[in-house]
């Protein structure tokens, strides 16, 4: 515990109290991602959590964050390479800058003391002047800053006529060459969408997510219907996916994958309109769509990201994404040296 007026702060490491699940839930900025059960299935999962809340001094929550981390080995020696924030910090008022400071502050020390080399927050509110400004963490133009959310409080008429005629015309295209779209309950039905997202983090050069991460998000929220799969598919084949995390009245694209193959059936708009209609009749408020360069700049590597998105309708909203590197040099081995070392040692595996 560490007290700085008027204010105290506290760590949990792979754990969080009952209260910060109350705290989220009444707060605005309330998201599935900063919940104790996120943590809790993370943690199921195999994966650490650190939690920073600051309290006042009748022990009232006032704010927090929640970040998500995978431990990582290297010849015996054990490190976290980066730290995820999603949705945090959460905040009782967001105005008060003199809070935030402090608590992120808190936070990356805490992420120090656990051996985090570096961290990346995408808060749903920007905050360059506390990150940037106060704490000097970096902001890539290149990345994602801004997100298109939906307005699903609308009848279905309503947004129809609000997407673009691309996006109209992607979906008539879609029905008329016969894809349907049907949501995966199954574990066959996560296997198989599983199976197109690895194809789809080869063809990006990414790492897919993995598919414990995967099947314990399930488990643990599809029974109140907070985490959805909708699989598209033609022919009797999937073909492409999306997941969506849902809390209250919002949900949240959290996984898209599909086959480049097939993208002339145009499925993906097909999919989310499923979804925003999904939205609607299970009267939700926002689909927030996550992630799209926050300009329309055919230079941008993810223009078509942009493109696809904003056909869909809605209003582009800027989040905050930040990236720090805690210690850089650490930074530098892992990603130069370490982590292309043990991928030719695994493809080596792999042939032998």
Sequence with gaps: MRVRSPFDTETYVDGAPKDWQNFVDGSDLSNIFQTKLWAEAMQKAGMGTLLTLARDNQNHIKGGILGICRHSSFYGLRTIPNMQVWGGPILYDVNDKGLAKMLLKTFEEDAK????????IRSFLPMDDIFVDKLKYTMDPSDLHCTVIIDLTESTEEIWTQMQERGRRSVRKALKQGVVVEEGTTVKDYLTYYEISKKT?????????????????????SRENNFKLFLAKHGGHSIAGVIIARWGDKMWGWHGSSLVESWSLNANSLIHWSIIKWGVRNHLKIYDLMGIPCRKHSSHPNYGLYLFKTQLGGRIVRHGEYLKNYFPLRYFLLSRIFRPVRSRLAKTEVTE
Aim: proline share 7%; glycine share 4%.
């Design 113 to 120: 003391k656990l051996g985090v080399i570096s961290s990346y």
């Design 201 to 221: 983090a080869k063809r990006l050069k990414t790492t897919p997510v993995p598919l414990k991460i995967m099947m314990t998000l399930r488990e643990t929220f």
